[in-house]
């Protein structure tokens, strides 16, 4: 496959949006999987994305596609409107499924780097979400063509011109330019891969320039080693070739080499913009350096720019659950950060729990994963120490540290804190800025049957229960309690949707009462009861302004 006939390509897009389930139909188009053979997300391989329904991993997989090019052209000489040709051409694609959790987005950086252009995929009725934003962002950062596809439109509440326009506000996209598709009924799938084949441009690399190879991803295998994907930016790769990386120096022989499609598949070669497989013999994540440039040996070639380094933001202490297990928690690390590249490592010792890890994750999700991972894939179980964020601790003599683990503290207590710092972040809310259709009611709040029309507030028809709940029983804990019982209410109308009550102080009546008339002390407590009835019906309650504030600051 010459280049021109090439095509590297992401599918990017907000969690749940479709990715998956949209790489499992073009799979299926191609021939790549049968269809209803595969199961369903069929790239989503790990067991952690099996239970979670989430993709953790960018997959990379390989199709060939024959596209029947249909032309118009016209035909002067022979005086005729128009010729039509059919002209067929076999394509190789190659596709990478990424995740769309916020916590992987690294995924989504380094899968960038090998491709040309996106799908860029919209749910019909959610619409633009934080991480299409993110991603649009990043595949426009990184010059790639990107082809807009509302995906959903089979369901019932999909409302396709509406992301179109939030589409053009936003990204200033062609209405005209949108692709509407299901991924679950295939309905306009067809015009997908037309339009990856003519709106994507070919890799171009120079197929006669000394070999160039970005090393994308890598995976333990037990019986070949560390297996890595690389994108072959510059010249080819033969089995049997001898290469060197730019980051280490160290040389290997490329034992196997071919494409992903969908699984390893030998070819013995690979050619300028195609994206494959090779097993060298490297054994650990020291050597398979994520970014690095592999190239043959003997050769000086400009490395290729890499990736910007994993920033981590979650720091916990990984110790093994049996302490004698060190050993072994060691080795399952090695080999599950040598398929997550962005997971930082450094041993640890801890009082209580002996010698152990601390590690930095990209988010929280990315820690449960990674430690679902450790156990399901490595059989590692370990106790976790509680996850912090890196904070940075000023001292008076000028010094700084970077704290990951609140232990460290103990080693710096003769000095002086002067200032400590935690991480913030800048964040862009995007909100529509039109009105629209909502389903509203007026809230009232009643004590005693009488509403309160201070507190009485226009609210969701869905968040009035709580919301009346809540404030019903702040208002319990807020009122003195009186002389008679009162009724706190929530309604909507006149449906009660909340109530507390404040039982009555009870005046004690019989206090001068001596001796033992019991006649005379039960007139007295009938006549009590009467009273109060009378106070309830017609008292109002007095609402402390304090209390009025702390509710009205509170809700
Ligand atoms: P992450 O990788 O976790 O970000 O999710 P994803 O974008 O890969 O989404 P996935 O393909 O897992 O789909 C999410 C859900 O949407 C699944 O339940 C799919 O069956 C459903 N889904 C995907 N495409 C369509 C579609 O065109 N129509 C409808 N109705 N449902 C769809």
């Known amino acids: 496959y010459p280049p021109e006939r090439i095509r590297n390509f992401s599918i990017i897009a907000h969690v749940d949006h479709g990715k998956s389930t949209m790489a499992d139909r073009l799979l299926e188009l191609t021939g790549t999987i049968k269809k209803g053979h595969g199961q369903p997300q069929y790239l989503d391989k790990l067991q952690v994305e099996r239970e979670r329904g989430i993709t953790v991993k960018a997959q990379t997989v390989t199709m060939f ?3 029947a090019k249909h032309s118009s052209k016209l035909d002067t000489s022979a005086a005729i409107d128009t010729v039509r040709s059919t002209e067929e051409c076999k394509y190789l694609l190659n596709l990478i499924d990424t995740p769309g959790h916020v916590d992987f987005s690294y995924e989504v950086s380094r899968s960038l780097a090998a491709c040309q252009g996106v799908l860029l995929l919209v749910d019909a009725s959610q619409g633009v ?31 396709p011109e509406n992301v179109k326009n939030q589409l053009k506000n936003m990204f200033d996209i062609d209405p005209q330019d949108v692709l509407l598709a299901s991924a679950k009924t295939g309905m306009g799938l067809s015009a997908v891969l037309p339009a990856v084949i ?22 333990y295998d037990e019986y070949k080693g560390v297996i890595c994907h690389v994108a072959i930016v510059d010249g080819a790769l033969k089995k049997g070739e001898k290469i060197a990386s730019a ?56 490395p290729l720019p890499g990736f910007k380094p994993a920033k981590h933001m979650v720091f916990a202490g990984v110790y093994p659950a049996d302490g004698s297990d060190y050993d072994a928690l060691s080795h399952a690390i090695e080999r599950l950060t040598c398929n997550d590249a962005s997971v930082s490592v450094a041993r640890e010792s801890s009082g209580a729990l002996g010698i152990g890890f601390r590690c930095g994750f990209l988010g929280l999700l990315h820690m449960d994963v990674f430690l679902q991972r450790l156990e399901q894939e490595h059989g590692a179980h370990v106790i976790t120490t509680s996850p912090t964020v890196p904070y940075i601790f000023e001292y008076e003599d000028g010094s ?57 507030a226009i609210v969701h028809r869905s968040k009035a229960p709580r919301i009346g709940r809540e404030v019903v029983e702040k208002l319990k804990k807020l009122l003195d309690r009186q002389m008679f019982e009162v009724a706190i209410q929530a309604a909507i109308g006149s449906k009660i949707i909340a109530r507390e009550t404040i039982s009555a102080m009870r005046k004690n009546v019989l206090a001068k009462c001596y001796g033992g008339d019991v006649t005379r002390k039960r007139k007295l407590l009938e006549k009590q009861k009467e009273g109060k009835k009378r106070m309830k019906r017609v008292g109002s ?6 209390a009025f504030h702390q509710l009205l600051r509170t809700t």
């Open 65 to 67: 596609y024959n596209y």
């Open 129 to 159: 979400q934080a991480q299409t934003v993110a991603n649009f962002y990043l595949a426009f950062e990184a010059d790639l063509v990107i082809i807009p596809v509302i995906n959903k439109i089979d369901q019932p509440n999909a409302n």
């Open 198 to 219: 003519d709106r994507i441009r070919y890799p171009n690399g120079g197929a006669l320039s000394p070999l160039r190879m970005l090393l994308l991803d890598s995976y």
């Open 247 to 302: 980051a280490t120096g160290q040389s290997y022989e490329v034992m196997d080499v071919g494409i992903l499609h969908p699984e390893l598949t030998p070819t013995n070669l690979l050619l300028t913009g195609q994206v494959g497989y090779i097993v060298t013999g490297m054994r650990s994540t020291q050597e398979a350096r994520i970014g690095d440039t592999l190239h043959h040996i003997r050769t000086v070639v400009e």
């Open 400 to 456: 700084k540290i970077q704290v990951q683990n609140p232990a460290i503290l103990s080693s710096t207590s003769g000095k002086r804190l002067v200032t400590c710092w935690e991480p913030t972040v800048i964040a862009t809310i995007i909100t529509p800025s039109e009105y629209q259709e909502a389903d509203l009611v007026k809230l009232d709040i009643m004590l005693n049957g009488q509403i309160v029309d201070a507190l009485s």
């Open 541 to 546: 309650v007095d609402i402390p302004q304090e």
